[in-house]
């Protein structure tokens, strides 16, 4: 054991454990990514079989998943030619026989088995014209049974391992040589208080029993140990972030309310806040006024009104003495907000500036200026922003908006643009579910506003199939003969541009003979365009000019075209819940009647079907997204792919949401307590979490 706290044979190179050497170990490196015995330890079963369950090749359909049989292996022939070639061998038991087959390790098998002899086979079992059969079977001799009694854990291996005859069965004999060896040993890393108030098992026997389970109930507390360790060093990790934030980085503050918020709210807001957007701006007056930064998430969900509480913020940090800057992650949005708010600052004498890549140099230079000087006290804009030459005289609040467009590294830059720290408020439209925010968003503070603006008409959602487009295409012509406007939208398709851009062309073709020119006006947008292109379109889009506008790349996040009251989505069942919800969100913006319409095929998945059903049900985001996240898991959820999931090797935050709120309320707790973690019984822990903890500490950015 090691001054840290760990133990040093968990760090010893997998190839000196014992029936490993230098040749498997670098399989193991490249295929499961094991290089030290603790990483073979956290190659946790992803299934058990109960040994005391036996089959008949009779009872057999292809439909089971690994199994055991016993029974009496016939002649292993070599058949087929070149690549084709295999050995085969019949297997009987009582009741039938089926057949085993090998294309990898056809010396290895005629070397070991032998016909006539009696040997349990573990495998999947395949139908194939009627027959039965196994291929690369896990093969061991009925006196070898007794080894393998109660559950046999089934690990993960490759294609690549099992023709080296790396199966799973290799990998548990690993891993029981690892627990068996005597200087086995996992440092118990938990304070005892939390393993006392939780039933929880020691750490050592956790491992221990994942891996050979006596019975089911070890197997069962063994799991529960494990799943609530990772949960909760997650959360600790995030708590402690949120906690030294509010700790050690001061913020300015923004004592007053003055006259530039006032005259606004008086006498140029035009209509009356939401009680949510009330309260959001509340949540956010508080944070700015204790001279601690302020990182905050704002949710709402499309059209709730962030941008409003967005502009509010700003006007709270001009009467404050300090400049403001907006980051969107497109040039149509950044010139969206621009236009939306200059006009509006002017009216109470502030100065409002856009910067994009577009931006020509005589007006960057005007600009960058403007900052310097600080007579410009609004900068909107893209990536541009984050560029070396953009200076501030005082920037005091930095507001990032569809912040999953933007990697962390980009954000980070917005914070070198003057002297002093600067609020952070970043705002997403997507809904993230309670779990996910917990987890990707745990060292941020949650605002949510989670109520509509007043006259907001209900978006009204129908799907119909192939059978009833022409009756869409009269409906959509009835809504532009009044004057509105219609997008059509096709998913994009994953590792096929061609084919996306051969449905998008032909998708174009189709509604082109149907609503023909002069009278009618249908345009293609996708990703293919230039910016300027793009950008010229929407326009054109914006002033009404276009009636039907069809993409793929879509309709960015937050484009605001009241006039549009259609939204057609081909393929529909190809989306995620999100991603359709946010789609029926770029209609109902202004006071008409809107619709979103999904077309699907005949032939829907269980899923296709239940994303169907649920966009039919409802137009809460928040529904939405907690039911996407059942559906499709945290990886596919827009903007998690990077945020560390992968650290959990069997907890879920969807299946174990209740395990991760309570791990979540121990580390608060535990961490009010001591928040240096300086008490004794907390020193394995906070050793454990400094000596695993990544390298490059990005948890002062939101």
């Given at each position: 054991m090691n001054h840290s706290g760990r133990n040093d044979f968990l760090d010893t190179p997998v190839e000196y454990l014992k029936g490993v050497g230098p040749m498997r170990a670098e399989l193991l490196k490249n295929e499961l990514q094991i290089y030290t015995f603790e990483d073979l330890l956290y190659h946790f079963p992803f299934r058990y079989i109960d040994r005391s369950v036996w089959h008949k090749i009779q009872d057999l359909d292809g439909n089971q998943p690994y199994i055991q049989i016993k029974g009496i292996l016939g002649k292993i022939?070599?058949?087929?030619?070149?690549?084709?070639?295999?050995?085969?061998?019949?297997?009987?038991?009582?009741?039938?026989?089926?057949?085993?087959?090998?294309?990898?390790?056809?010396?290895?098998v005629k070397e070991n088995l032998k016909a006539g002899k009696e040997y349990i086979v573990f495998g999947k079992p395949n139908l194939f014209k009627n027959q039965i059969s196994f291929v690369h079977p896990e093969m061991e001799t009925t006196d070898q049974e007794k080894k393998h009694q109660g559950f046999q854990p089934v690990y993960n291996v490759t294609e690549r391992l099992k023709t080296k005859n790396i199966t799973s069965r290799t990998i548990h004999q690993f891993i029981s040589s690892l627990i068996n060896h005597p200087n086995f040993e996992v440092p118990e890393i938990l304070p005892k208080s939390l393993l006392d108030a939780h039933k929880l098992i020691g750490r050592k026997a956790a491992f221990t029993n994942i891996h050979i389970p006596k019975d089911n109930q070890s197997r069962i507390s063994a799991e529960n140990r494990i799943k609530f360790e990772e949960l909760f060093l997650l959360q600790m990790r995030i708590v402690r972030i949120k906690n030294r934030n509010k700790r050690t980085l001061k913020g300015i503050r923004f004592a007053v309310v003055g006259e530039y918020f006032n005259k606004y709210y008086k006498d140029v807001l035009s209509f009356e806040l939401t009680d949510a957007q009330k309260k959001v701006i509340k949540e956010i007056r508080q944070d700015t006024q204790t001279g601690r930064q302020m990182n905050r998430l704002l949710q709402g969900d499309v059209g709730s009104g962030k941008s409003v509480v967005a502009l509010l913020n700003m006007l709270i940090a001009a009467d404050n003495g300090t400049q403001s800057s907006l980051m969107a992650p497109t040039?149509?949005?950044?010139s969206q907000h621009f236009n939306n708010m200059h006009t509006e600052m002017e009216k109470v004498g502030l100065q409002c500036a856009l910067l994009t890549g577009s931006t020509k140099s005589a007006e960057r230079k005007r600009i960058h200026e403007g900052l310097e000087n600080g007579t410009i006290q609004i900068l909107i804009g893209t990536h541009a922003l984050i560029e070396d030459k953009v200076k501030m005289k005082r920037q005091g609040l930095v507001i990032i908006d569809e912040q999953h467009r933007f990697g962390v590294a980009q954000r980070a830059r917005m914070w070198d643009k003057s002297e002093e720290v600067p609020h952070i408020l970043v705002m997403t439209a997507t809904p993230i579910p309670r779990t996910l925010a917990m987890t990707f968003y745990g060292d941020l503070d949650v605002s949510v506003i989670d109520e509509m603006p007043l006259g907001r008409v209900p978006i009204i959602t129908a799907h119909r199939n192939e059978a009833r487009r022409m009756e869409v295409f009269q409906f959509i012509q009835t809504e532009i003969d009044k004057g509105r406007q219609v997008y059509v939208v096709f998913p994009l398709i994953e590792d096929s541009e061609k084919l996306e851009y051969k449905n998008l062309n032909d998708g174009f073709e189709l509604l082109s003979n149907f609503f023909k020119r002069p009278k009618y006006q249908v345009e293609i947008i996708h990703g293919r365009m230039k910016a300027h292109e793009k950008e010229m379109i929407m326009t054109r889009f914006k002033k009404g000019e276009i009636h039907i506008l069809v993409s793929t790349t879509v309709i960015e996040v937050g484009i605001n075209v009241p006039n549009a009251t259609v939204m057609l989505i081909e393929n529909a069942e190809s989306f995620g819940l999100s991603q359709l919800h946010q789609l029926r969100g770029r209609v109902g913006r202004g006071g008409d009647q809107s619709y979103c319409i999904l077309m699907s095929g005949q032939k829907l998945s269980y899923n296709g079907r239940e994303r169907i059903k649920a966009m039919l049900s409802t137009n809460d985001g928040f529904k939405l997204a907690e039911l996407d996240l059942k559906l499709r898991g945290p990886g596919d959820i827009e903007?998690?792919?990077?945020?560390?999931?992968?650290?959990?090797?069997?907890?879920?935050?969807?299946?174990?949401?209740?395990?991760?709120?309570?791990?979540?309320?121990?580390?608060?707790?535990?961490?009010?307590?001591?928040?240096?973690?300086?008490?004794?019984?907390n020193q394995p822990l906070v050793n454990y979490l400094n000596q695993k903890s990544p390298g490059k500490d990005w948890s002062r950015i939101s």
């Open positions: 022939e070599q058949t087929g030619k070149d690549k084709g070639k295999r050995l085969t061998a019949l297997f009987k038991d009582e009741s039938g026989y089926c057949d085993l087959v090998w294309f990898q390790g056809q010396k290895w040039e149509i949005l950044a903007g998690t792919k990077q945020s560390g999931i992968a650290d959990l090797k069997i907890a879920s935050i969807v299946d174990d949401e209740e395990m991760l709120k309570v791990a979540r309320f121990q580390a608060e707790q535990i961490l009010s307590e001591d928040p240096l973690l300086q008490h004794a019984s």
